[in-house]
């Protein structure tokens, strides 16, 4: 008997062959890929941590950016990070596709960007805030004059606490020549954000 | 004869040129004060060099360049160094910056004949492109992007055209039109310098039909060279980088790309002048061709000023009534700003200082919502979609903004200009330009902050593994010697709990073994080579300054032995007296 007649017997048998025949391959390459090419770490949590400000100040109620981005991959809300403010909320919303909640006033509110300063002559030389600082942003020995890199500090305000003679200000940074930039300008209002025909009646009168 | 191309969009704005050609160029003499920011060109700030009371002359180095992307600036003019202090700066945001303030003497006295190199043929294009450094050109057609940089270009990419702009589209502006009229031939002086660098296979020179004379003038000095003058019908931005090579060339530079991708350099008018003086003359760039005008002055027309030159000077030279204008303008009325105040100095990119009336330039009527008429998009020389840029630049939709080119704009303002609903576009664009740039910079920052972060996070981790394996290493030495004790006697501290337990109860018993004198000789004698041979240990043990664990049962052991012994010491003794 040969292979026709066998299919044209058995039509249903034959099909079911046939599929078994095509799933077992493909199954063993799916599970081969899934093993060879196996994504390291948790891709989701990486990308919202690329979108935290990286402050490292653990206002959030997590050691770190990162620990918080994994508990948003794992379901925490978007609204805890004070320094990336509402900027930040946006981008993880459009990031997840929720609503953007506001700010968690828990947590504390958006402030101005700020940086470290050590009142130099004050410095006592404890190394109490290199040892808090997140990010290696404070140089100095021990009894010898410590300063901030300003370059690399974020800010996050955790040097502060920690100095026994509080010779510590967080100088807010200022806007000069190069960090100008243009603003939107002041006429953006209501009048603005609708096309002619969207406008609410009380604007079509205007 | 070469095809003209034509770009998409542009407008035809009033050109309001003939007012400040009625007259030649006019010197704009020594001012009592000369205020030089150390920031006039794209890049770094220069570093200043003078400090306040030093006697300058002119053409002197008083600030040097801070890196690569940066030009030196000189003195425009003999005096003394007032200051160097914040002073307002022509800049749209109104602020001050750090200026170097010269008191002129009036007597403009050279520091020395400076030295140029005549037969720059023979040089190497890298001796001349660091006198074009040393003389700190920076684009004078508004940009200010360093001359030298943008000359030097990229390694290997081959430049195939040099195109001379021109153009000078904008309204009001006549700077070029009459430096081309009375120094054709030292414009292109500076052309055959810039040929002589470059080595392009074709020089194009791009003209508007507007400016007749200067057409003429330039066509007479270029007559015999292979320096092409190419006019072309007038429209509003033909003097954009990119339109103008499209214009010349008929070629697109990409999005995104620079003219430098196609093999295209572009230059000024303005800036091969300044070639010429610093290369031929080795004289620095101090001064510049200036148009004052606007109906609120009198006599406009145009001045060959020195750097640093307050507007409030210029303007008086040209019969300014400062009650007629409501704001003054550096740059035309497509792409200019309002400065803070006459006090503001001409810096090198300053080419035009605009004082209209308030009928001429009346304040913009507020925004309407937009219709979708589309005008804008017809408009555009960069075949934009402005009415989509304003809408996501509203909404702060960074990346739609960027799908949709926003950093092609060249903030020309032909979409504003057009749109019947007065919506201040190109002000959108910049500020939406300036967010993105400052997202990425932010970016750039916190990656930084998050990889130092991890690289404290791994370094602590690594001191505590480091910490953890020697604690280890030290309680399994400790053992080792535990079980070594252990084979030669009752080192072990539970072992030797038992054993006192066991001592005391024979003790009570009577029946020590000690009872005949041989075997409590024999035991004392045991007992103290045990005692010696711990105390060793004990010393060896502090001097390592080992585990206190370690130690404090040592100590133990040994406090124990010497009870041991003397408890044997005494019995035999206890045992003879009853
Ligand atoms: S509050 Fe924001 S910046 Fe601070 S540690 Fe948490 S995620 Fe990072
Ligand atoms: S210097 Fe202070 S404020 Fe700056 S990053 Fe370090 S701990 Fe934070
Ligand atoms: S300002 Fe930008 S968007 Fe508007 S027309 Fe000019 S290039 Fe196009
Ligand atoms: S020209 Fe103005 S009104 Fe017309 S589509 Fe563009 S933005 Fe809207």
Redesign the pocket.
Same mark, same amino acid.
């Given at each position: 008997m040969n292979m026709v007649e066998l299919i044209a017997q058995y039509p249903l048998l034959a099909a079911l062959v046939a599929l078994v025949g095509l799933g077992a391959p493909f199954g063993a390459l799916l599970g081969y890929a899934a093993v060879r090419f196996r994504t390291e770490g948790n891709p989701i949590a990486d990308q919202i941590n690329e979108i935290?400000?990286?402050?490292?100040?653990?206002?959030?109620g997590?050691p770190? !950016?990162r620990p918080?981005a994994e508990a948003i991959a794992n379901g925490e809300a978007i609204n805890?990070?004070?320094?990336?403010g509402q900027a930040t909320i946006q981008a993880l919303a459009d990031l997840l596709d929720v609503e953007a909640p506001v700010l968690d006033e828990e947590?504390g509110e958006e402030k101005a960007k700020t940086v470290a300063y050590i009142r130099e002559d004050e410095c006592i030389g404890c190394t109490k805030c290199i040892q808090a600082c997140p990010v290696d942003a404070i140089l100095g020995a021990a009894k010898q004059m410590h300063t901030v890199i300003a370059s690399e500090c974020t800010g !996050?305000d955790l040097c502060v606490e920690p100095c026994p003679v509080d010779c510590i200000d967080m100088i807010p940074v200022e806007e000069g020549l190069q960090s100008w930039h243009w603003p939107l300008p002041q006429t953006a209002s209501r009048n603005l954000d609708v096309i002619a025909s969207d406008a609410s009646p009380e604007e079509r009168a205007a | 004869m070469r095809r003209i191309h034509d770009f998409h969009g542009g407008i035809h704005p009033a050109e309001n040129k003939l007012q400040s050609l009625a007259t030649g160029i006019r010197p704009a003499g020594i001012p009592s004060q000369l205020i030089l920011p150390l920031a006039q060109h794209i890049g770094a700030p220069s570093q200043p060099l003078v400090s306040p009371g030093d006697r300058v002359l002119k053409g002197q180095l008083i600030a040097s360049a801070a890196g690569h992307v940066s030009v030196p600036l000189h003195a425009p003019s003999s005096g003394q160094i007032l200051a160097i202090e914040d002073r307002p700066v022509p800049h749209p945001s109104g602020y001050s910056a750090p200026c170097v303030v010269i008191e002129c003497d009036g007597r403009d006295e050279w520091v020395e004949e400076p030295s140029g190199i005549r037969n720059y043929r023979a040089c190497e294009p890298s001796a001349l492109l660091e006198k074009i450094r040393s003389a700190g050109i920076a684009g004078m057609g508004g940009a200010g992007f360093p001359t030298a940089v943008k000359l030097a270009g990229k390694p290997g990419a081959g430049i195939t055209t040099l195109i001379i702009n021109g153009t000078e589209c904008e309204p009001y502006i006549t700077a070029d039109d009459i430096l081309m009229q009375e120094r054709a031939a030292d414009i292109l002086a500076g052309v055959d310098i810039m040929r002589h660098i470059l080595k392009p296979q074709e020089i194009l020179f791009g003209i508007e039909d507007n400016k007749p004379a200067a057409i003429a003038a330039l066509k007479t000095a270029a007559a015999g060279s292979d320096v092409e003058i190419i006019t072309f019908p007038t429209k509003y931005p033909s003097g954009g980088e990119k339109q103008l090579i499209e214009i010349l060339t008929g070629k697109q530079v990409p999005s995104g790309g620079l003219p430098a991708d196609i093999g295209v350099i572009c230059q000024n008018v303005g800036t091969a002048v300044a070639v010429r003086n610093a290369v031929i003359y080795g004289r620095p760039l101090i001064s510049r061709i200036t148009t004052v005008t606007g109906d609120a002055v009198t006599a406009p027309g145009n001045f060959e000023v020195l750097l640093g030159t307050p507007m409030a000077h210029l303007l008086a030279l040209a019969g300014f009534s400062a009650e007629k204008c409501e704001r003054l303008i550096m740059g035309g009325p497509m792409m200019g700003f309002t400065v803070s105040g006459a006090e503001v100095p001409v810096v090198k990119t300053t080419n035009c200082v605009l004082a209209p009336t308030t009928r001429e330039m009346p304040t913009p009527p507020p925004a309407q919502p937009c219709i979708r008429c589309g005008l804008c998009a017809q408009a555009c020389p960069a075949s934009l979609l402005p009415q989509q840029l304003f809408w996501f630049a509203q909404g702060k939709e960074f990346d739609k903004l960027e799908q949709h080119n926003l950093f092609d704009c060249i903030e020309c303002g032909a979409c504003s200009w057009v749109c019947p609903s007065h919506i201040p576009l190109v002000q959108y664009y910049r500020a939406a330009k300036a967010d993105i740039v400052k997202q990425r910079r932010d970016h750039e920052k916190s990656e930084q902050a998050r990889l130092r972060f991890e690289a404290r996070q791994e370094r602590i981790a690594r001191e505590e593994a480091e910490r953890e394996a020697k604690r280890a290493a030290r309680k399994q030495a400790a053992e080792k010697r535990a079980e070594l004790a252990a084979e030669g006697g009752d080192e072990d501290p539970v072992q030797a709990a038992i054993e006192r337990a066991r001592a005391r109860k024979t003790a009570q018993q009577g029946t020590a073994p000690a009872n005949t004198p041989d075997g409590g000789v024999k035991q004392l004698a045991a007992l103290r080579e045990k005692l010696a041979k711990t105390e060793q240990r004990l010393a060896l043990s502090r001097e390592a300054g080992e585990d206190n664990k370690i130690v404090t049962a040592l100590e133990a052991t040994v406090q124990r032995l010497r009870d041991r012994i003397s408890a044997a010491e005494q019995s035999p003794a206890e045992r003879e007296t009853p």
């Open positions: 935290l400000p990286q402050t490292q100040c653990g206002q959030c997590y770190g !950016c918080y805890k990070c004070p320094p990336g947590h !996050c | -």
